[in-house]
């Protein structure tokens, strides 16, 4: 079964991390280019990072960059996501994406909340 699972989500404070994870099974993730979208309660996904097949970092929102820090391994079928103080608006559904879109997890909560 060819599936995307995150993991790691939770509720923190203000300045608080996470570290999100995103294991692929049934396909081989270090075929893909993978993106980390995010999206908040009545708004649209926002793309947060996109990183290559190689493990480049290709792009971080603006509102991200400082902060988050996507990796991965493809050694273990894993993409991940380190978020480091936290802020309100970072409160989202996050989800890990193939760049083509073309499969998708059904993502992880991250709530930051005072």
Avoid at 34 to 40: G, L, N, P
Avoid at 51 to 80: C, M, P, Q
């Amino acid at each position: 079964e060819v599936r995307l699972v995150e993991s790691g989500g939770g509720m923190v404070q203000p300045g608080g991390s996470l570290r999100l994870s995103c294991v692929a099974s049934g396909f081989r993730l270090d075929l893909y280019n993978m993106v980390w979208v995010r999206q908040a309660p009545g708004k649209r996904p926002e793309r947060v990072s996109r990183i290559n097949d190689r493990g480049e970092v290709t792009y971080y929102a603006d509102s991200v960059v400082g902060r988050f820090t996507a990796s991965r391994d493809n050694a273990k079928n894993t993409l991940y996501l380190q978020m480091n103080n936290l802020q309100l608006e970072d409160t989202a559904l996050y989800y890990c994406a193939t760049h083509n879109g073309s499969r998708r997890g059904q993502g992880t909560q991250v709530t930051v909340s005072a």
